[in-house]
């Protein structure tokens, strides 16, 4: 009897974590903002991991979050999702002023790259290895000159986390499944 109502349990849990996914797989949306295109972008997320993109997010002025358990404000393992104009011409020009921002305000940190296997845009990666023994692991992305757009994914997490490998892979499964498309169902922007 207990078997049964742990099955029962593991059902409605898994059916409650489903239906805090769109049916259209959308995480995040921007409106269309001069020249910029009403964007949306699709992304899996790994089981045991919640999706947010309006009151966390919001509050603390990303696009998009995911985190396991409670949302606590700790940002140690939470991915994090940024979209923002094109600013540098090339990715590797975004990639390399990200990394020369993070030595500028870590001089003793060190950086690595490492090769992104995404379908849809290129992306790089870089892990960051701080003085303060928390790591962070940052991916840009870029969906075309088209969208406008970069995005990031990034997640921080404490150099000696055991649980570091595991993160990493639900990490690297949310990137490599992670699309931009163009947003037809967004309203525009008005007095910005």
Known sequence: MRRAGLVLASCLFTAVVQAGTPADNVL?????????????????TPIGWTRDCCTYARA??????LYQGEWNGNP????????????????????????????QHDPAGKVSGFVVR????????????????VDDVVVFCDPGQASGVRLSWSMAF???DPSRRALLDDFMQVVVATRWTRDATAPPMHGI
Not at 28 to 44: E, F, K, L
Not at 60 to 65: H, K, N, Q
């Open 60 to 65: 603390i002025g990303v696009d998009a979050v």
């Open 158 to 160: 404490d150099d000696a």
């Open 118 to 133: 995404q379908r849809a845009m290129p992306c790089e990666a870089t892990v960051y290895q701080g003085s303060d023994h």
């Open 76 to 103: 140690q393992r939470v991915m994090v999702l940024n979209v923002s104009p094109r600013k540098l011409p090339t990715l590797a020009a975004e990639v390399q002023a990200d990394r020369k921002r993070y030595l």
């Open 28 to 44: 995040a949306r921007g409106a269309r903002d001069g020249a910029t295109p009403a964007w949306a972008i699709v992304a899996d």
